[in-house]
């Protein structure tokens, strides 16, 4: 929101805090939130490890951005080079190639400072789009989520390993503030899911192990009651039908009655509503459970179609190999605490299982 | 937003075959309840004219007659019937609509204690009011107790929820979804209920019939709509579509049954009416003490006495006429005093049963409905009351005709004077009007009121301080 728009050069290091209300349809406390739209409470942990070869890296991309010029005798455009370049960055985030998208034209022979906090703001790397803060779940004595830090960025999709009972399926409903956490933060787009319980949910779109759908309804009656409820938009027919078709339903499935439908269809249903929504944050719980391979496979294709429309996707499952293959980075989970965290691109299908296993009996 | 969540619950609910079935029946019930009620009353009505006329002209045309023999012989007096009592036939199956007017006795309408008819009774008389009061709020029940537990456990209403969605639009969408399916569903049966009233209707009534209808519409509505507002409370908050749907039930059950019944015995401890056996034994017992010493010798010996004469024979008048009169004019106290308290008994009881209505709503809205029609035990006993002053001067006016025209010893004197008859007027007895009815009825209305704007204000206060995740899981016992 905020963040995008301007050009203009930020004129200090540090950003000033502001206080904002969000979303003018739906009331709620004001925020303090930063000038790049981030809530005090909704910047993620910074992670160990990671941070040194990602700043090498940006730094790198940046001078080769403000060159703007062929690389290594290659004739390919530097943005270009630059995507196969951070292809090969297995320990960059994914996030980087999002970045490098979004530098305008103009700017790109610019000498560009090589502190973020005074890039210009199409150049700043993108806000986490999902983020948990030492997001902790208590039932009694129980603890269901152990101080969850977690920074999900648009483009990206975190995928949530780990048993039954581990936390995943706790984490997201905390993220939905279909459950109030005990301690910590739960933040989406910035806001913080407590406090702006209706307003982050009009950017997060859920889909559920069983997407549930109203039987008496036609799969088109229940996209258009979900979306127009969502967006408060009037939908017509060829937009729904759209949005249906890209996520795979056949037309003459469309105007049938859920009843009839299978758990893939009423899956791809669901994705319709993310699309039909424009959902940048999308929360998934074992979305491809019962699945079989044909429709996980299509089920995980939209979700790549998600993710390059930008959106931050969050997926419990319990499927080693559809987080290897549609997943930038996994999580595995235990009693309540995540216990490693992967890039996908880093190891093997053998690797990740070995690694898996080696929590689940530790 | 509303109008859309409304559009799709109407449509969930009309295209499923349960909720179809239950409220097709429902309509056909109240139809059919409504049709029997209409022909009953222009049957009843025209018999009624015809007996009327037919008992006037008798009277009329009876042979001559000593006068007091004519006094026995008697005259029915007949209860014009409201063509809303086509809806509502109230109390009127237990107490009858004539009555038998005849010297001495203020007799034949059956005073038993005012709500004896029970509940399985009730069911033998399926009347339009039955189906409204009992029935129509169990399909609202029907309708309600899946709105949101039923979706909860679907698993529906979290995806509702993850939409964003505001708890308090989504009460209101649910509301008007299924008031829209339940208006839908009784529209048939509202529109056969109009015109059976005007059908009913005179041109001179007409006018009363709507405006007494438009109030009983409005009754009826704050009725349902207090059962819309708790079923979806209900449905908000418990955790399951069972443990909501038994809830409700039990409410149902409650307001339909055990409350009328419990209301009847509560009114009837703190009131308690004798028996009709006792009542009649008493009054008999009470009638033969108070005669004595105004008939028979000492009466003789004070008339003659203020006359200053020394037989009967020499009284200017007869005197078997004032005796009569006399002996009538002695009970009228005893009957006055006694059917006197037994009125206010029941009176008492009305009252109570009125305020009880504010645990469950049927007391009150029955009271209200069967005043609305004419029909209630009040404008019974306002009848009763009419009919028995018509006795009194009809009475009066034969042992006043024993008295003038009967001269001489012979008691069994006949008189061949056919325009006594006429002497006696018509009975045209006006019922009591909108006002004054409305009037007895201020407590039913002040709980009516109040379980509309208590019901509302509950389900309000629900809607916009229930948080989604509360929505979610429901609240724990």
Same mark, same amino acid.
């Given at each position: 929101?905020?963040?995008?728009?301007?050009?203009?050069?930020?004129?200090?290091?540090?950003?000033?805090?502001?206080?904002?209300?969000?979303?003018?349809?739906?009331?709620?406390?004001?925020?303090?939130?930063?000038?790049?739209?981030?809530?005090?409470?909704?910047?993620?942990?910074?992670?160990?490890?990671?941070?040194?070869?990602?700043?090498?890296?940006?730094?790198?991309?940046?001078?080769?951005?403000?060159?703007?010029?062929?690389?290594?005798?290659?004739?390919?455009?530097?943005?270009?080079?630059?995507?196969?370049?951070?292809?090969?960055?297995?320990?960059?985030?994914?996030?980087?190639?999002?970045?490098?998208?979004?530098?305008?034209?103009?700017?790109?022979?610019?000498?560009?400072?090589?502190?973020?906090?005074?890039?210009?703001?199409?150049?700043?790397?993108?806000?986490?789009?999902?983020?948990?803060?030492?997001?902790?779940?208590?039932?009694?004595?129980?603890?269901?989520?152990?101080?969850?830090?977690?920074?999900?960025?648009?483009?990206?999709?975190?995928?949530?390993?780990?048993?039954?009972?581990?936390?995943?399926?706790?984490?997201?409903?905390?993220?939905?503030?279909?459950?109030?956490?005990?301690?910590?933060?739960?933040?989406?787009?910035?806001?913080?899911?407590?406090?702006?319980?209706?307003?982050?949910?009009?950017?997060?779109?859920?889909?559920?192990?069983?997407?549930?759908?109203?039987?008496?309804?036609?799969?088109?009656?229940?996209?258009?009651?979900?979306?127009?409820?969502?967006?408060?938009?009037?939908?017509?027919?060829?937009?729904?039908?759209?949005?249906?078709?890209?996520?795979?339903?056949?037309?003459?499935?469309?105007?049938?009655?859920?009843?009839?439908?299978?758990?893939?269809?009423?899956?791809?249903?669901?994705?319709?509503?993310?699309?039909?929504?424009?959902?940048?944050?999308?929360?998934?719980?074992?979305?491809?459970?019962?699945?079989?391979?044909?429709?996980?496979?299509?089920?995980?294709?939209?979700?790549?179609?998600?993710?390059?429309?930008?959106?931050?996707?969050?997926?419990?499952?319990?499927?080693?190999?559809?987080?290897?293959?549609?997943?930038?980075?996994?999580?595995?989970?235990?009693?309540?605490?995540?216990?490693?965290?992967?890039?996908?691109?880093?190891?093997?299908?053998?690797?990740?299982?070995?690694?898996?296993?080696?929590?689940?009996?530790? | 937003?509303?109008?859309?969540?409304?559009?799709?619950?109407?449509?969930?609910?009309?295209?499923?075959?349960?909720?179809?079935?239950?409220?097709?029946?429902?309509?056909?019930?109240?139809?059919?309840?409504?049709?029997?009620?209409?022909?009953?009353?222009?049957?009843?009505?025209?018999?009624?004219?015809?007996?009327?006329?037919?008992?006037?002209?008798?009277?009329?045309?009876?042979?001559?007659?000593?006068?007091?023999?004519?006094?026995?012989?008697?005259?029915?007096?007949?209860?014009?019937?409201?063509?809303?009592?086509?809806?509502?036939?109230?109390?009127?199956?237990?107490?009858?609509?004539?009555?038998?007017?005849?010297?001495?006795?203020?007799?034949?309408?059956?005073?038993?204690?005012?709500?004896?008819?029970?509940?399985?009774?009730?069911?033998?008389?399926?009347?339009?009011?039955?189906?409204?009061?009992?029935?129509?709020?169990?399909?609202?029940?029907?309708?309600?107790?899946?709105?949101?537990?039923?979706?909860?456990?679907?698993?529906?209403?979290?995806? @509702?929820? *993850?939409? +964003? /969605?505001?708890?308090?639009?989504?009460?209101?969408?649910?509301? %008007? &979804?299924? =008031? !829209?399916?339940? #208006?839908?569903?009784?529209?048939?049966?509202?529109?056969?209920?109009?015109?059976?009233?005007?059908?009913?209707?005179?041109?001179?009534?007409?006018?009363?019939?709507?405006?007494?209808?438009?109030?009983?519409?409005?009754?009826?509505?704050?009725?349902?709509?207090?059962?819309?507002?708790?079923?979806?409370?209900?449905?908000?908050?418990?955790?399951?579509?069972?443990?909501?749907?038994?809830?409700?039930?039990?409410?149902?059950?409650?307001?339909?049954?055990?409350?009328?019944?419990?209301?009847?015995?509560?009114?009837?401890?703190?009131?308690?009416?004798?028996?009709?056996?006792?009542?009649?034994?008493?009054?008999?017992?009470?009638?033969?003490?108070?005669?004595?010493?105004?008939?028979?010798?000492?009466?003789?010996?004070?008339? @003659?006495? *203020?006359? +200053? /004469?020394?037989?009967?024979?020499?009284?200017?008048?007869?005197? %078997? &006429?004032? =005796? !009569?009169?006399? #002996?009538?004019?002695?009970?009228?106290?005893?009957?006055?005093?006694?059917?006197?308290?037994?009125?206010?008994?029941?009176?008492?009881?009305?009252?109570?049963?009125?305020?009880?209505?504010?645990?469950?709503?049927?007391?009150?809205?029955?009271?209200?409905?069967?005043?609305?029609?004419?029909?209630?035990?009040?404008?019974?006993?306002?009848?009763?009351?009419?009919?028995?002053?018509?006795?009194?001067?009809?009475?009066?006016?034969?042992?006043?005709?024993?008295?003038?025209?009967?001269?001489?010893?012979?008691?069994?004197?006949?008189?061949?004077?056919?325009?006594?008859?006429?002497?006696?007027?018509?009975?045209?007895?006006?019922?009591?009007?909108?006002?004054?009815?409305?009037?007895?009825?201020?407590?039913?209305?002040?709980? @009516?009121?109040?379980?509309? /704007?208590?019901?509302?204000?509950?389900?309000?206060?629900?809607?916009?301080?229930? =948080?989604?995740?509360?929505?979610?899981?429901?609240?724990?016992?």
């Amino acid at each position: 929101m905020e963040s995008t728009g301007s050009l203009a050069l930020a004129a200090t290091m540090r950003s000033r805090p502001v206080v904002v209300r969000d979303d003018r349809r739906i009331r709620g406390p004001p925020v303090r939130r930063h000038d790049d739209g981030v809530a005090d409470d909704c910047r993620p942990n910074e992670h160990r490890g990671d941070q040194t070869t990602l700043s090498l890296t940006k730094r790198r991309l940046v001078e080769l951005v403000a060159n703007d010029r062929p690389i290594d005798g290659s004739n390919r455009p530097p943005a270009v080079e630059i995507r196969s370049i951070v292809e090969k960055e297995v320990s960059v985030s994914r996030t980087l190639i999002t970045l490098v998208g979004r530098i305008p034209r103009q700017t790109r022979s610019q000498d560009i400072p090589m502190t973020t906090s005074s890039v210009p703001r199409g150049l700043q790397p993108p806000q986490p789009m999902v983020v948990a803060r030492a997001l902790t779940k208590r039932y009694g004595f129980a603890t269901a989520l152990d101080e969850l830090d977690l920074a999900i960025y648009p483009g990206e999709v975190f995928c949530l390993l780990g048993a039954n009972g581990a936390g995943k399926t706790t984490t997201i409903n905390l993220f939905l503030n279909f459950i109030t956490p005990t301690s910590g933060t739960a933040c989406i787009d910035g806001l913080d899911v407590v406090t702006h319980s209706l307003a982050t949910k009009h950017t997060v779109a859920f889909i559920p192990e069983q997407v549930t759908l109203y039987r008496n309804l036609t799969g088109l009656e229940n996209l258009e009651y979900f979306a127009s409820l969502a967006t408060g938009q009037r939908f017509t027919r060829d937009q729904l039908l759209a949005h249906l078709g890209d996520a795979g339903l056949a037309v003459d499935a469309a105007s049938r009655r859920v009843s009839t439908y299978s758990k893939g269809m009423r899956q791809k249903v669901g994705i319709a509503m993310a699309l039909a929504k424009n959902a940048k944050a999308l929360l998934l719980d074992e979305p491809t459970s019962g699945l079989d391979p044909k429709a996980s496979n299509e089920f995980s294709e939209l979700l790549g179609l998600m993710r390059t429309r930008g959106a931050a996707i969050l997926m419990a499952t319990h499927d080693l190999f559809r987080a290897k293959e549609s997943g930038t980075r996994v999580g595995i989970m235990k009693h309540g605490r995540l216990v490693r965290t992967l890039e996908t691109a880093d190891i093997g299908h053998a690797d990740l299982e070995r690694l898996y296993l080696e929590h689940m009996r530790s | 937003m509303i109008a859309r969540i409304a559009r799709k619950e109407m449509t969930e609910m009309l295209r499923d075959g349960r909720f179809r079935w239950t409220a097709t029946m429902i309509a056909i019930l109240l139809i059919g309840a409504l049709t029997t009620g209409v022909t009953h009353y222009r049957r009843t009505a025209a018999e009624r004219d015809a007996a009327k006329r037919s008992a006037r002209t008798h009277w009329l045309t009876q042979a001559p007659k000593n006068a007091h023999s004519a006094a026995h012989y008697g005259v029915y007096a007949f209860k014009p019937a409201m063509s809303l009592s086509l809806v509502d036939e109230g109390v009127d199956r237990y107490v009858g609509v004539f009555a038998w007017l005849e010297a001495h006795k203020q007799n034949d309408f059956k005073y038993r204690p005012a709500q004896d008819a029970t509940v399985i009774e009730r069911f033998a008389a399926w009347t339009a009011a039955n189906v409204l009061q009992v029935l129509v709020p169990l399909v609202i029940i029907m309708a309600t107790f899946p709105a949101f537990a039923g979706e909860r456990e679907q698993g529906t209403l979290r995806q @509702l929820l *993850a939409t +964003g /969605v505001r708890p308090r639009i989504l009460f209101l969408g649910k509301a %008007a &979804g299924v =008031s !829209l399916a339940l #208006g839908i569903l009784i529209a048939p049966a509202a529109a056969v209920g109009v015109m059976a009233l005007v059908m009913a209707s005179s041109n001179t009534t007409l006018g009363d019939t709507w405006l007494r209808g438009s109030i009983l519409t409005l009754v009826y509505l704050a009725y349902f709509t207090g059962f819309l507002a708790v079923g979806l409370t209900v449905s908000a908050l418990a955790r399951s579509a069972r443990l909501s749907l038994i809830l409700l039930l039990a409410f149902w059950a409650t307001n339909a049954f055990v409350a009328p019944r419990a209301a009847v015995d509560l009114a009837r401890r703190a009131h308690p009416a004798p028996s009709a056996l006792a009542f009649n034994l008493n009054m008999e017992r009470e009638l033969t003490t108070t005669g004595e010493g105004v008939s028979g010798k000492a009466l003789e010996d004070s008339v @003659l006495r *203020a006359h +200053g /004469v020394s037989t009967l024979d020499s009284l200017p008048f007869n005197f %078997a &006429g004032l =005796s !009569l009169q006399r #002996g009538e004019e002695q009970g009228y106290r005893v009957f006055d005093k006694r059917y006197g308290e037994l009125a206010a008994t029941f009176a008492a009881q009305d009252r109570l049963s009125q305020r009880l209505g504010a645990f469950a709503p049927l007391l009150a809205t029955r009271a209200l409905s069967m005043g609305l029609a004419g029909t209630d035990y009040e404008q019974h006993h306002h009848f009763a009351e009419a009919a028995e002053m018509y006795r009194r001067g009809l009475v009066k006016t034969m042992n006043d005709a024993v008295r003038d025209y009967q001269r001489g010893g012979e008691v069994i004197a006949v008189s061949s004077d056919s325009t006594l008859w006429a002497k006696v007027p018509t009975f045209d007895y006006d019922a009591p009007a909108l006002g004054i009815v409305m009037g007895r009825y201020l407590w039913a209305f002040a709980v @009516l009121i109040m379980w509309l /704007v208590g019901s509302l204000a509950l389900v309000a206060t629900v809607a916009r301080h229930v =948080s989604a995740s509360t929505l979610a899981e429901g609240v724990r016992p």
